[in-house]
RNA sequence: GGUGACUUGGCCGAGCGGUUAGGCACUGGUCUGCAAAACCAGCUACGGCGGUUCGAAUCCGCCAGUCACCUCCA
């Protein structure tokens, strides 16, 4: 594919990407809920979205990525029925509310930046937009889409879909809708079971609260979403992406509340990455079998057999389609750090590389490949299978087994560290504070000399003594034909 | 109950009517003084039963199993 080609969750099918104003890009993500720490699917939703952003980045677009914090907390619905996730947490833990948030902002921060995921361009707090979302409940009301209970404002669902159609996102009917809503708070309010509410009064225990003309109280779930869409990227945008879970009812009320709002569907390209799963269930907070990524990079859960680097973990969520289920295991991490590690040692050997005459390889044709993958819907598994055959390329001309020219060779670097780096996201090894260090290089450099001097005298007593001594110490000796390299191993 | 998705070799995971996806693991080989690294080769699967087709993992039907959404969730 030449073009970029999005799969629309409202079109059910594959779509040639085409901005509504070129070169300008409008997307927006549905971003944590801060009330704990973000866990394996938050990754993967950052994860992928972060690719989508830094391709079209990398396309020529002009992007502006906007990804909301939802810090005012909604509905929790268990045992505790009518609690608020962030004032539930603030009372356990004898915070102020905005701590909370506070202080799991700056870890989910602190996550994404070692996945290496790039900030939005703007990261709007839902609390911040209290004005900005009565307003848009105003404009909804005054178009005849929602009515007054109690104090509390509901979106009239049925009215709606007598015009529009509730359920264009997500296939359903409201007609289905009937008999599945269960018992919620404030049930007995509306009209209906599946309305849902645009403003909620707050009891008198609820600590997060404001103002408004209906009552003292807390915008409903799905309105921080499109009030900040709509005020930072207008009443139509690009994109607009989230977890598979998103899509009903949360999206789906999006789209009706702007349609109700602003007369017109607010975005061209839904897109939805899959969950992530464990041992064939989804991981979720609710079901509490998720790991967190603190975890995770530490090795400190019970579900894992040792810690995975943040670059593992963002390999692993790339090596399968975003809109797959991917199950998580120990083996499959594992494999996925041997490949990475593999990948990136590959992409310094390329750095090394000396050109030839001529290439016995067709460069262009392997390049092709991997954007073509990358075109239809950011299919970044096959892109990495692309990148493996290049691996192959590599050491086969680090071997002598292959050639390539001085002009293949530039195009090959060029590529891999444009899209492995930049478009990926993937960063290469970290370099330990020693190999950095000049004097220990040149350390090595010397010993390895005295060695190879040895192993030409054909003492092999003293080579190999010199070879474990530095194996013990993490340097692993690689004799190559007419030489030596080493690297330093990690822990 | 309604809606949608899935079932691929030891594991993970692509595939969208006809070419070996790829990674990891394993086995054999090349290289090496021996290793390691690297490379090469092998292991060649599509839940079951039918149907369409010259040809199906890929389309259709039935059966079995798994999951997701319908309640906050990435």
């Keep these: 594919m030449k073009d970029l080609h ?38 993967r939703a950052a994860i992928t979205f972060d690719v989508v952003f830094r391709y079209l980045k990398f396309l020529g677009y002009k992007v502006r990525y906007v990804s909301n914090i939802t810090d005012v907390g909604h509905l929790e ?33 602190e996550n994404m930046r070692n996945l290496n995921v790039l900030r939005p361009s703007i990261e709007p707090h839902a609390s911040g937009h209290i004005p900005e979302q009565i307003e848009l409940v105003e404009k909804i009301m005054k178009n005849g889409y929602a009515y007054q209970s109690n104090g509390s404002v509901y979106f009239d669902v049925l009215k709606y879909n007598n015009e529009h159609n509730y359920g264009v996102l997500s296939g359903r009917k409201v007609e289905d809708l ?67 879970d998103l899509q009903f009812p949360h999206h789906e009320s999006e789209i009706a509340q702007s349609v109700a709002a602003y007369g017109q569907e607010p975005v061209k390209y839904w897109m939805h990455n899959n969950l992530i799963t464990i041992n064939g269930q989804k991981m979720s907070k609710s079901l509490n079998n998720f790991i967190t990524l603190f975890d995770l990079f530490s090795g400190n859960s019970d579900l894992l057999e040792k810690n995975y680097s943040p670059m593992t973990v963002r390999f692993f969520i790339l090596q399968a389609h975003y809109r797959s289920p991917l ?5 499959a991490l594992k494999a996925s750090e041997k490949g990475y590690l593999r990948l990136m040692k590959a992409a310094e050997t390329l750095q090394k ?47 002598g087994k292959e050639t390539l020219n001085a002009a293949d060779l530039k195009k090959l670097q060029e590529f891999f560290s444009s899209y492995t780096h930049d478009v990926l996201g993937l960063l290469p090894l970290e370099k330990s504070a020693e190999t950095d ?31 474990d001594k530095l194996l013990e110490l993490g340097v692993l000796v690689k004799d190559k034909k007419d030489g030596f390299d080493w690297e330093i191993k990690k822990s």
């Design 6 to 43: 999005i799969y629309n969750t409202l079109k059910r099918k594959k779509q040639k990407f085409e901005p509504i104003n070129t070169p300008h890009v409008g997307m927006y993500v549905c971003g944590p809920t801060v009330y704990g720490d973000g866990h394996l699917g938050h990754a």
């Design 327 to 331: 199950d998580f295991s120990n083996e």
């Design 353 to 399: 590389l000396t050109p030839a005459k001529k290439s016995t390889i067709k460069v262009a044709e392997i390049i092709s490949k991997a954007t073509d993958a990358i075109n239809d819907d950011f299919n970044t598994p096959i892109f990495i299978s692309v990148l493996f055959d290049a691996v192959k390329i590599i050491n086969s001309v680090n071997d």
């Design 178 to 244: 009937y008999e599945t809503t269960r018992e919620l708070d404030g049930q007995k309010e509306k009209r209906n079971s599946f309305d849902f509410a645009l403003w909620k009064k707050a009891d008198k225990k609820h600590l997060m609260h404001w103002k408004s003309q209906w009552s003292e109280g807390y915008p409903g779930w799905h309105l921080e979403c499109s009030a900040m869409g709509q005020k930072y990227l207008g009443e139509k945008f690009d994109i607009h992406g989230g977890g598979l």
């Design 437 to 467: 260090s000049d004097l220990t290089n040149d350390l090595i450099k010397t010993i390895l000399e005295v060695r190879l001097n040895a192993k030409n005298n054909k003492d092999f007593t003293t080579s190999d003594l010199i070879r």
């Design 77 to 109: 619905n268990d045992a505790d029925s009518g609690e608020d996730k962030i004032q539930k947490k603030a009372q356990l833990e004898q915070l102020e509310p905005m701590e909370v948030v506070q202080f799991y902002t700056n870890r989910y921060h």
